[in-house]
């Protein structure tokens, strides 16, 4: 069987036909959609492990993005689908498992905009389209939260009248997909699972997750992607009453405040509004280097409430045996990395500075140490491959119907 993945964003579709041929879901080929509905969207697609620039198209909504996707999926020269999937950050306080898409899900993911009101909208659309396309194909979703469903209640509650939990107001926590993703990728290595392993998903939505033996029990996102540390365009954590004060100083009735704080908090905060600058960390980087404190100022912000979190979890867990970066800043971002590990000498964790800066040059092996071979606390970059997971789950979806 042949799969096509969706991977989608508020601003870009990743997506990936993979054949299920063989043991583990392999990937055939790959592309994504990027910066739709800003006037300079691109579209990308190639066979896996290839490469090829990016083409400028027109794409001014999630429904012309998906369109261009299935124009390519559907290619003479291409295997035929046999199943989509696609994945849904929120699934709201009635789906608890990946699922096969029915008119009751679909009723219950419209119940869950409000929980994700950046992400599950666009989600919808895109599932709505996909099943235009593919009408006799079945549809699945795959839920950025239920990783996360092994979280203590201890964890999920939040301190505030039972009335509103009731309405399923709690801790969800996301990357659920990204996270698995690497667990995963340590079975399938033979990699020793770590007793205490801390995940730190860092990327323009930004998570830091504990999990003992590969279950996770906390997560830096709650109820919202909005939560946790600092990210590209949205807070992290904030006084419950610097909301209040925002709602209070916007003009004009009380739907177009929520609208108006609602979009601050999502577009307009973080990384990007400390810094003045659009939301990417290399250019970020690059002005801080040319002298900009306010771009040095927002780096250190967000570097600090990755630590901050790392520390809890830590102490949370009475001691960490492994730290993973990932995600794209994760991966990729030297300095990022460089600067949450810093001055960590005396705790165990020492970082070995000519591993940061290598290639993996092991293919085959994802899982690349870049702590010194004395460090206590190992500490690894890994991919995320979270369409690799949905493909994994698709298929045993498929196989259980």
């Known amino acids: 069987m042949n799969l096509l993945v969706i991977n989608s964003g508020s601003s870009s579709i990743k997506f990936s036909i993979f054949s299920t041929d063989s043991s583990s879901p392999r990937s055939l080929y790959e592309g994504e959609v990027l910066g739709i509905g800003t006037g300079n969207a691109t579209f990308d697609f190639h066979r896996t492990g290839d490469s090829s620039s990016p083409a400028k198209i027109k794409a001014d909504d999630p429904v012309a993005a998906i369109n261009k996707v299935v124009e390519a999926v559907t290619q003479s020269r291409l295997p035929s689908i046999n199943a989509v999937g696609y994945r849904v950050v929120h699934p709201g306080p009635k789906l608890d498992h990946h699922t096969r898409i029915t008119e009751s899900v679909l ?16 989600a919808i ?46 801790r969800y926590g996301f990357h659920g997909l990204s996270c698995e993703s690497i667990v995963e990728q340590m079975h399938s290595t033979n990699f020793p699972l770590p007793h205490r392993m801390i995940i730190a998903h860092l990327g323009s939505g930004c998570s830091v997750t504990a999990l003992v033996d590969g279950h996770s029990i ?13 990210m590209g365009t949205r807070p992290g954590d904030l006084d419950p009453g610097l909301v209040l004060y925002l709602l209070r100083q916007q003009q004009g009735d009380r739907d177009t405040a929520f609208k108006s704080v609602e979009h601050l908090l999502n577009h307009n905060a973080g990384i990007t509004a400390l810094s003045g600058l659009p939301n990417d960390m290399r250019s970020t980087r690059k002005a801080a280097a040319e002298g900009n404190s306010q771009a040095q100022l927002a780096i250190d912000v967000f570097t600090r409430s990755v630590r901050k979190a790392i520390g809890a979890y830590t102490w949370l867990m009475g001691g960490l045996d492994v730290l993973v970066f990932t995600g794209g800043i994760g991966e990729h971002d030297t300095k990022t990395r460089a600067e949450v590990l810093a001055g960590l000498d005396s705790l165990g964790i020492q970082m070995d500075a000519e591993l940061n800066l290598a290639e993996n040059k092991q293919p085959n092996n994802p899982i690349q140490q870049i702590s010194a071979s004395e460090s206590k606390t190992k500490v690894f970059r890994v991919p995320a491959k979270e369409d690799w997971i949905m493909a994994i789950h698709l298929q045993q979806m498929l196989t259980q119907a």
């Open 218 to 230: 906390d997560t830096s996102m709650g109820l919202t992607p909005t939560g946790g540390i600092v």
């Open 125 to 170: 659309r895109i599932i709505h389209e996909g099943m235009k396309h593919f009408p006799r194909l079945p549809h699945f979703a795959c839920f950025d939260t239920i990783f996360h469903q092994t979280m203590p209640e201890v964890a999920t509650a939040y301190a505030i009248p039972a009335e509103y939990r009731s309405q399923g107001v709690r």
């Open 107 to 122: 009723s219950d993911l419209n119940h869950a905009v409000l929980f994700a009101p950046l992400h599950d909208p666009s």
